[in-house]
């Protein structure tokens, strides 16, 4: 995949730094011609359309002029301006790699249907981290695993897909996109929604990749069976992440069942009480009796993390399930929850061989 890109920009200085930026690290992706005056790219446009257009307000052509050659940006010198208005504005001085993003949300938004290249299933391990009672601390040990994951050098994206969950509790990044942009790309019949995905995460310092949550918990709401696993198909089959480690409540149901078919690889955060002991038993029976009406095999690919296990009689390791133990973790107290995920990470006998 390609994308034809045009920079319309008056300023030398400024169109050769963004110029030699994205040449540098996206020559795969774009095609790049760069213009200092309107003549030029008018003589250009006479034989030529492009992808993504972006056109310095200062340059001479009007955006409207433009619009039947390609999807049109406006570049404008500060955030604060920036909108997602029919004919959009970018600021050109916030980071490059934003930049980046924002040519390919344009590109994605363009109604083109030049998808990116699909990678082997397989090469990419989708690992899903739940509780069959919940409260047990699964999101933290998700996150645990998605940073001991990209410690280990592996490109890793960390997916909240809980209606309330929020990926802002453990990771931070820059960029001007949610998670809803993604959920409302899943409904437009136009948008490329794996170059939306590319334009839409954000890094945090750790190396994980990661969404930033919803402005509502209600746009969560929209989100379907179907994009569900539309979306794990994309980051399956995409060739863009080694490891994908999806945060997800465990609902009892064919639904679920199904998106827990396509994973690879799924773990039970559990604290061996009584009470989630006799939950886990009741639930996992009625997974098996599922697994006979679906056709869906999952069993055989759940591990079992024990979190805040305590010493005393009050926890107990689940018996009568020949489910692999991944570790034990007894109760950080006294810590925030990213300290906690920090500990996490840095006890490699929780893990086993999850993320091999």
Request: hydrophobic fraction near 40%; aromatic fraction near 10%; charge should be negative.
């Amino acid at each position: 995949m390609q994308i034809k890109l045009i920079i319309a920009e008056r300023d030398d200085r400024y169109r050769d730094m963004i110029t030699r930026f994205l040449e540098k690290n996206h020559l795969d992706t774009l095609e790049i011609f760069s213009f200092s005056g309107p003549e030029l790219l008018r003589n250009f446009l006479a034989g030529e359309n492009a992808d993504v257009i972006l056109l310095d307000r200062s340059f001479g052509i009007e955006a409207s002029e433009l619009a039947a050659y390609g999807k049109v940006a406006c570049l404008c010198d500060s955030e604060s301006e920036e909108t997602k208005t029919p004919v959009r504005t970018i600021a050109k001085y916030k980071k490059p790699d934003l930049i980046y993003n924002d040519i390919l949300d344009l590109y994605a938004e363009s109604g083109s249907r030049v998808s990116s290249r699909p990678g082997n299933k397989g090469s990419c391990n989708l690992i899903l981290i739940t509780s069959f009672s919940g409260g047990n601390g699964a999101s933290t040990y998700a996150a645990a695993c998605a940073k001991k994951s990209a410690a280990h050098n592996k490109r890793t994206l960390y997916l909240n897909l809980e209606p309330t969950g929020s990926s802002a509790d453990f990771f931070s990044g820059t960029g001007s996109y949610s998670f809803e942009d993604l959920i409302f790309a899943l409904k437009s019949q136009r948008v490329d929604v794996g170059l939306k995905m590319k334009s839409t995460v954000r890094e945090d310092k750790s190396g994980v990749f990661y969404f930033e949550p919803c402005s509502s918990a209600m746009y969560m709401l929209e989100l379907g069976q179907e994009d569900i696993l539309r979306i794990l198909n994309i980051l399956s089959t995409g060739g863009d992440y080694e490891n994908v480690v999806v945060d997800m409540d465990f609902r009892l149901d064919t639904d679920f069942m199904e998106i827990m078919n396509c994973m690879d690889k799924i773990v039970l955060v559990e604290n061996g009480g009584t009470t989630a002991n006799t939950k886990f038993a009741r639930t996992a029976d009625a997974v098996k009796i599922l697994e006979g009406q679906t056709k869906c095999s999952v069993m055989n690919k759940m591990y079992i993390f024990y979190n805040n296990f305590s010493s005393s009689e009050s926890s107990s390791e689940i018996q009568g399930f020949s489910i692999p133990v991944l570790g034990k973790l007894p109760p950080v107290k006294h810590a925030v929850t990213r300290k906690i995920v920090d500990y996490m990470v840095g006890q490699d006998v929780i893990f086993g061989s999850l993320l091999e």
